[in-house]
C-alpha cells in the first residue's frame, strides 16, 4: 500500500507540475505552438528517437556480452522498446530497469546478471551525460555556460565521474568474511561494473554506440526545436538535451514530466529562447518520446515471455537452461 502510494504521490506531482508550468508560461501558447508544429520536422525527430533506442538496445548488448550472459538482438530489442513504455508510465525508470531485466532473463541470461547488466548500462548513459556536459564547459562557447543552472548541472557531472572512478577503484579491494556476505549483491555489481570499465574493448564498444545514440538524441531534440520554429547549436542543444535529462532522473514525477519542462524552462532562457517555446519543445519531445513508448506498449502485449512461461506453469519438469546464477547471483 506505501509503494502504491508513493506512486500516486508522483502521478500527482508530475502533473501538478506540468499543469504549474504550462499556465505560468501560457496555456493557449503552448497549445497553439504544438498542435502547428511542423509534421516533417516532427517525423524526422521520431525517427531520431527510433533511432536513438535501437543503437541503446546494443549498447545493452555489449553490457551483457561483457558480463557473460549474452542475450541476442531480438531480446535487446524488444526490452529496450519496452522499458521505453515503462519509463514513460512509472516513476525514474525503475519500470524501464524491471522491464529490461525480465526479458533479459527471458531470453536466457541468469537473474543476477540480468539486474547488473541493466544497472552497468544505466551508469554507462548517466556517465556519458556527465562527460557530455563537461566537455561543453571547455570545449562550447554556449551563453547556458555562464549562468547558476549550469554551474549545478557541471558539479553533478563531476560527482558523477568521481562516482563511476570511486566504483572502478573499489571493483579492485578484495572483501572477505561476514561482512561480504552483508554486502554481497553490491559488490557483484561493484565488481562487474570495475571489470567491464577497465577493458579497453568494452568501453571502445561502448564508446562508439553512446555517442552514436546520443547523437541521435540531440539530432531529435533540435528537430523538435526546428518544428516550433527554433533553431538550435549543437552546442546548445547537447547541453539542453542532457541537463533535461538529469533533471528527469530525480524520483519525484512520472516520465520525467514537469521536471524536463522545468529544467528546459531555465536553460533555454539564455538562448533568449521565451517560456511558452521552451515549455513547447520539451512537451513536444516528451509526446514524441511517449510515441515511441507506444511501439514498446505493442511489443509488450504481442510477445510473450516464453522461459518464464513454461518456467511458472510448470511445463518443464526442471528450471529452465540458465535459471541457476554463478555465485554473484546465488
Known amino acids: 500500500m506505501m509503494r502504491l502510494g508513493i506512486v500516486a504521490v508522483k502521478v500527482v506531482l508530475a502533473f501538478a507540475l506540468v499543469y504549474v508550468i504550462v499556465n505560468f508560461v501560457g496555456k493557449a501558447n503552448i497549445i497553439g505552438a504544438v498542435s502547428g508544429a511542423n509534421r516533417v520536422d516532427c517525423l524526422c525527430a521520431f525517427a531520431f528517437l527510433v533511432l536513438a533506442v535501437a543503437i541503446n538496445a546494443l549498447r545493452w548488448r555489449v553490457a551483457m556480452t561483457a558480463l557473460h550472459a549474452p542475450i541476442n538482438v531480438r531480446i535487446a530489442l524488444l526490452g529496450t522498446f519496452e522499458a521505453v513504455f515503462f519509463q514513460q508510465i512509472l516513476p525514474s525508470g525503475v519500470g524501464g530497469d524491471i522491464s529490461r531485466s525480465v526479458r533479459a532473463f527471458d531470453g536466457g541470461a541468469a537473474f543476477g546478471k540480468s539486474v547488473i547488466g541493466v544497472l552497468i548500462d544505466r551508469a554507462n548513459g548517466l556517465l556519458f551525460v556527465a562527460f557530455t556536459l563537461i566537455a561543453a564547459r571547455f570545449f562550447s562557447v554556449s551563453a547556458i555556460l555562464g549562468t547558476r543552472i549550469f554551474s549545478i548541472l557541471f558539479s553533478v557531472s563531476l560527482i558523477v565521474v568521481a562516482g563511476a572512478l570511486a566504483a572502478i577503484a573499489l571493483g579492485l579491494v578484495k572483501i572477505d568474511g ?127 515471455y516464453r522461459r518464464l512461461e513454461k518456467f511458472t506453469f510448470g511445463r518443464r519438469s526442471s528450471p529452465p537452461s540458465g535459471l541457476v546464477a554463478d555465485e554473484a547471483d546465488a
Open 178 to 304: 561476514l561482512f561480504r556476505q552483508r554486502v554481497r549483491a553490491v559488490k557483484a555489481l561493484i565488481d562487474d561494473y570495475s571489470r567491464c570499465m577497465r577493458s579497453p574493448l568494452y568501453l571502445a564498444r561502448i564508446l562508439v554506440l553512446l555517442t552514436f545514440s546520443n547523437l541521435a538524441y540531440i539530432d531529435s531534440f533540435r528537430y523538435c526545436a526546428s518544428a516550433l520554429g527554433r533553431e538550435l547549436s549543437w552546442w546548445d542543444g547537447a547541453i539542453v538535451v542532457q541537463g533535461m535529462s538529469l533533471a528527469a532522473i530525480i524520483p519525484l514525477s512520472i516520465g520525467g514530466w514537469g521536471l524536463r519542462e522545468g529544467a528546459a524552462l531555465l536553460l533555454f532562457a539564455p538562448l533568449g529562447v521565451e517560456g511558452a517555446p521552451a515549455v513547447s519543445i520539451s512537451i513536444l519531445f516528451g509526446l514524441l518520446m511517449t510515441s515511441v513508448g507506444v511501439i514498446g506498449a505493442i511489443i509488450w502485449l504481442s510477445q510473450s
